[in-house]
């Protein structure tokens, strides 16, 4: 039964979630606007954009070390506003040689925070001893969705520092709401659990959970980076349609992940990654083939009913293969979604510049339906039953 000091926790963890879904999303729905004000081309674009999924990776791998000894709470509440002071800089950059500098910070600091939370997620939800990661992952993409929204309602009429900048001001209020009542490191780690030494954790049955997030994110890096592009010189989408791509796909997230812990409580978390698997490369072969704005923002939709539910079942399957409570199983694996990132922005802005976003789109078509035949890799272990002789 969980206690209110447990529910006090997985209060703030939600706002967490949050604060870095409206974060994200406040910047990366403004790629084309920042292309534009810079002058880029697909290929500057790419260059560009993989600084943040490098140094993303470099902060996840630092937060797991830190976190091992220190806890994600401090972690968080140092890295979180410095994900906000990094989207508006980068609004305010009036260069490249400025904008790379803010990349940089929100790429470091968006990778530790990324892991700090899901830490923060598997604590409260080794607590509760029951799936409620989904939950977390749930809000990330309603404020995610909030920020779509925000800019397609809003972008046109205001500069685009300010556009970026007003969202900022929310995310550090509920950083520094939330900070104070996160887990320590003495409740995220499990007592007794420090004899099963981080370094020796297994890598052999994290290999399905880390491929799963690698190909998930070369999709997520698609359609985050590439969908407002798409929709803007594929489909002769104009500036307040193209958000609502990015928009679909975060509500279509929200949608799932509302009801994703109850549905991973019934049926189990490898079926739901199999369906996950479908749907997302339903999705991508939409994206592909789609002829109008309409079905080109549905077909990105359902690629965000599929890809929504990886995520968290990795993090959560990652968390039941570290029993100290460590963080660092979280850390590894998160690593996989800048990976996938980087490898997402390599395979589709090359492939895009020879020859168009729509044949871009058909290699994380592939790679979805590869997480398909990943799915039994995130079937909880049963124990062995014992024998009768």
């Known amino acids: 039964m969980p206690s209110p000091r447990d529910r006090q926790a997985r209060l703030a963890t939600y706002v967490v979630y949050g604060v870095q879904g409206l974060s994200f999303a406040t910047l990366l729905v403004q ?4 292309q534009a004000k810079h002058g880029l081309g697909e290929g500057e674009l790419t260059v560009l954009l993989l600084i943040v999924p490098v140094f993303a990776g470099i902060g996840s791998v630092a937060a797991g070390t830190f976190a091992a000894r220190l806890g994600s709470k401090l972690l968080l509440r140092v890295a979180q506003p410095a994900v906000a002071l990094a989207v508006v800089l980068a609004g305010l950059a009036p260069s490249v040689p400025l904008l790379v500098p803010a990349l940089l910070l929100f ?20 607590r509760y001893d029951r799936a409620v990661l989904n939950g977390f992952h749930c809000v990330w993409s309603a404020l995610s969705l909030i920020g779509a929204l925000w800019v397609s309602a809003i972008g046109a009429a205001l500069p685009l520092p300010v556009t970026m900048a007003i969202p ?14 996160l887990y320590t490191v003495a409740e995220e780690q499990v007592p007794g659990g420090a004899a099963q030494a981080a370094g020796r954790l297994p890598w052999k049955p994290m290999i399905p959970l880390c491929l799963a997030m690698f190909f998930l994110y070369i999709g997520d890096s698609a359609v985050s980076n590439f969908n407002t592009v798409f ?11 193209v958000a609502l791509a990015y928009a679909a796909y975060q509500a279509a997230t929200l949608v799932v992940r509302l009801g994703g812990d109850l549905a991973v409580r019934t049926y189990g978390p490898a079926a739901i990654v199999r369906i996950g698997g479908v749907l997302a490369t339903l999705g991508f072969a939409g994206v592909v083939l789609a002829p109008s704005q309409p079905l080109g923002i549905a077909a990105f939709g359902l690629t965000g009913l599929g890809l929504a539910v990886i995520a968290p079942q990795s993090f959560s399957a990652a968390g039941r293969l570290d029993p100290a409570g460590t963080g660092v199983a979280i850390a590894r694996v998160n690593l996989f979604n800048y990976v996938g990132f980087i490898v997402g ?12 976003l729509r044949v871009a789109f058909v290699a994380p078509l592939v790679l979805a339906g590869a997480i398909v035949l990943l799915a039994p890799g995130f079937q909880p272990k ?8």
């Open 31 to 34: 790629v084309a606007a920042l």
């Open 107 to 126: 790429g470091l600091a968006v990778g530790a925070v990324d892991a700090g939370m899901n830490m923060q997620g598997v604590a409260v939800e080794r």
């Open 168 to 181: 900022m001001v929310l995310a550090v209020a509920g950083s520094l709401y939330c900070g104070p009542t």
């Open 231 to 241: 929709m803007s010189k594929e489909l002769g989408a104009n500036a307040n349609v």
């Open 345 to 356: 922005a390599a395979l589709v802005g090359p492939i895009a510049d020879a020859t168009d």
């Open 382 to 389: 049963q124990a062995a039953e014992p024998s009768n002789t």
